[in-house]
């Protein structure tokens, strides 16, 4: 049996995690879980998968998970502390990092540190301390493990192939909610149009992302760190089936795809029981009814979040870090009505324009690079 803690596990892929956890009682067991303040939720999960540790983001939630759980036996923890906790448990072996923000990065290390296998569901961690990362994990013998459909297809894609054999990661997109609109007729979406995706059933941050084709520019950043790649040696091709979740392109000009229905749960177990693959409920590809499927080039021109990000990635250094912070507050200040939805992409060129680069970031640096970028955010909206 497996044991396993989870890093956002009121999250949409946090629950989705326990889901297939229900599904396989005999092969997996949780020990710890840790969420940031969804109290009701975090209760109801302790009492049927009875962790050993539990973690709430705030003191104040923990307090009232704490006199919640009071008649049993699990321990409930805090804050950074809390995550760094369950982190290192003795005896859990792989850690699903599906909480949201850089916030993820120190739990990561200390995870890999611990020697425990990372089910990387948390962008930032990569985005912004890739090069710290992914040494780390080769040192100490860890596995990286994407949940991420796009980078679970690429990983499953080069299964029995060699690294050094491959020419092109072709990464889809679906284009989101609003593909071929133009700038004029986006300056008008509100946060409601931009939180119906087609395809997916994300959480609100991740889902204006892919309104954006931020998220996209995000999954070419750790693209080029999970699988050791050049930025000139990743494509994003627009796929609105969302049916091929991405390919490989192999030197021979071979191409292998991983195609299945839109639903995380698969790269989510494929984590969890890699390298076995086990049977999942739920619904299969039906190709007659699909009938087609086709291809794009994404607007870059239009959707400037992906350009942004592309940028980004080719400066390095801090520059990731202050794409991505602008990026979190300016979906916040959109979520709340506060800015328009071009105005997105307007508040990270700012941040990136005014950011004085670090060459190679440790945590404290990438860290601050947040804080400044925050701040200078607030000082403008």
Known sequence: MKKIAILGSTGSIGTQTLEIVRENPDDLQVVGLAAGTNVELMEKQAREFKPRLVSMDSSEAANELKTRLADTDIKVLGGMDGLLQIAQMDDMEMLVTAIVGMIGIR???????????????????????????????????????????????????????????????????????????????????????????????????????????????????????????????????????????????????????????????????????????RPMSGRRVDFYELGSITFEKADMETFTGLKLALRAAREGGSIPTVFNAANEKAVSLFLHKKIRFMEIMDIIEMCMDAHKRIDAPDVDAILSAEHETYELIEAEY
């Open 107 to 277: 739990p990561t290390i200390a995870a890999i540190k611990a020697h425990k296998d990372i089910a990387l569901a948390n962008k930032e961690t990569l985005v912004t301390a890739g090069h710290i990362i992914m040494p780390l994990a080769a040192k100490e013998g860890v596995s990286i493990l994407p949940v991420d459909s796009e980078h679970s297809a690429i990983f499953q894609s080069m299964q029995g192939q060699k690294k050094e054999r491959v020419s092109r990661l072709l990464i889809t997109a679906s284009g989101g909610p609003f593909r071929g609109m133009t700038r004029k007729e986006l300056e008008s979406v509100r946060p409601e149009d931009a939180l119906k995706h087609p395809n997916w059933s994300m959480g609100k941050k991740i889902t204006i992302d892919s309104a954006t084709l931020v998220n996209k520019g995000l999954e070419v950043m750790e693209a080029r760190w999970l699988f050791d790649v050049g930025l000139d040696d990743i494509d994003v091709v627009v796929h609105p089936q969302s049916i091929i979740h991405s390919m490989v392109e192999y030197v021979d000009g071979g191409i292998i795809a991983q195609l299945g229905v839109p639903d995380m749960k698969l790269p989510i177990q494929y984590a969890l029981f890699y390298p076995d693959r």
